[in-house]
Every structure is written in structure tokens, then in C-alpha cells.
């Protein structure tokens, strides 16, 4: 286990984080008290569910969906900035 205080922490930041990712405990003390632990995220590796079931429900997609935009709206897309 590596213990640092506040300060070689700031200092060293980096060099604790390849530490804690190499597997080895990281822990940042203040006045010699342990405070807190350098852990790694263990990120969520499962696929998505993207299938239709998935999104049924959720969204709703207009009937007009791909219907020409109204004649005001599509002068504002197409208006010049100055």
C-alpha cells in the first residue's frame, strides 16, 4: 500500500494514478490521518440494448416527420448572417 499526503499527492498526482492503475492501493493522507482512496472505475462493458423493444414506448416520431418544412421556418434556416 502507498500512502501520500496532501501535498506529495498534488505533486505527484499523475504518477499516483499509474499506481492505482498498475493495481496497487493508493491512499492520500493529511497529518498522517488516511482520508480518501485512489480506486479504478470499473466502466460498464455490457453491450446495448438498441432494438426496437428497447425504444418502444420512449419515442414518438411524428407522421409528418419528413414533411416539407413550413415556408417561415425554412427562410429562417436559409437566412444570410450579417
Known amino acids: 500500500?502507498?500512502?501520500?499526503?496532501?501535498?506529495?499527492?498534488?505533486?505527484?498526482?499523475?504518477?499516483?494514478?499509474?499506481?492505482?492503475?498498475?493495481?496497487?492501493?493508493?491512499?492520500?493522507?493529511?497529518?498522517?490521518?488516511?482520508?480518501?482512496?485512489?480506486?479504478?472505475?470499473?466502466?460498464?462493458?455490457?453491450p446495448r440494448d438498441l432494438t426496437r423493444a428497447f425504444w418502444e414506448g420512449r419515442v414518438r416520431i411524428g407522421d409528418d416527420f419528413d414533411a416539407p418544412l413550413p415556408e417561415d421556418v425554412l427562410r429562417a434556416f436559409e437566412a444570410e448572417t450579417a
Do not use: W
Not at 3 to 8: C, F, G, L, M, Q
Not at 20 to 36: K, N, T
Open 1 to 46: 500500500m502507498r500512502i501520500a499526503n496532501i501535498t506529495e499527492a498534488k505533486a505527484q498526482l499523475s504518477r499516483l494514478v499509474d499506481a492505482a492503475l498498475a493495481g496497487e492501493e493508493v491512499v492520500i493522507s493529511r497529518a498522517g490521518r488516511p482520508l480518501v482512496r485512489l480506486t479504478v472505475v470499473e466502466l460498464d462493458q455490457r
